[in-house]
């Protein structure tokens, strides 16, 4: 599922969640789009390879 933070209405997401779950379907993961972390965390991820 995707959502997008400011923009996606919070009844309709858990209203697609319900019909999903009716219809046993599986919610693997959640997406959340746009979100701003506060700013006295700052995160970053990367990647390094070992030689």
């Known amino acids: 599922m ?24 599986k919610i693997l993961g959640v997406v959340l789009n746009n979100y701003k972390t506060p700013n006295q965390f ?4 990367g990647y390094r390879y070992a030689e």
């Open 42 to 45: 700052n995160y970053y991820n």
């Open 2 to 25: 995707v959502l997008n933070t400011g923009v996606t209405d919070k009844r309709a997401a858990k209203k697609a969640q319900m019909l999903l779950s009716a219809s046993h379907t």
